[in-house]
């Protein structure tokens, strides 16, 4: 099971990926596992030295009692301090994004694949459209 910001892709240069682990609680992590999850409007915050997603959406999980979770709730995630220095020195420094990539199961545990990414231009994703198309032509010949 992974699920992919596909957005991300196409809107940032991606330069640089961390893993980092997402803190659930128990319905959250179901819902994962399921699949009933989207990171498009996502972004990753820094707070008091710790990363936090924020607007990640999980779904309700269907046989959760009145004890299921709240679906955009800020999570925290688990780097480390080095990391979390590195990141905050991008975002502030360099002017770039913190975003989540794609989320996945790893060893039973969710986890998190962040890009520091820089934002593309109106032409550059022009240029990416026309070459993505010129590679859908090729392929249909």
């Known amino acids: 099971m992974e699920i992919k910001n596909k957005k ?3 809107n940032y240069f991606i330069e640089d990926e961390y893993e980092a682990g997402i803190v659930l609680v128990g319905t959250e992590i179901k819902s ?3 699949g009933s999850i989207n990171i498009t409007d996502a972004y990753i915050r820094i707070k008091n030295d710790e990363a936090y997603i924020i607007n990640m ?8 009692s009145i004890f299921n979770h709240d679906t955009t709730r800020e999570r925290k995630l ?3 301090k080095k990391e979390i220095r ?3 020195e991008k975002a502030k420094k360099d002017g770039l994004t913190i975003i989540p990539l794609k989320v996945y199961i790893k060893n039973g545990k969710a986890k998190l694949l ?3 990414a820089r934002g593309k231009k109106m032409y550059d994703k022009r240029e990416a459209i026309k070459k993505r198309d010129l590679e ?3 392929c249909r010949r």
Do not use: N, P
């Open 8 to 10: 991300a892709y196409f």
């Open 32 to 34: 994962v596992r399921k």
């Open 86 to 88: 590195k990141l905050l």
């Open 114 to 116: 962040i890009g520091v």
């Open 78 to 80: 688990l780097l480390h």
């Open 57 to 64: 959406f999980i779904d309700k999980y269907d046989s959760g």
């Open 136 to 138: 859908r032509a090729e």
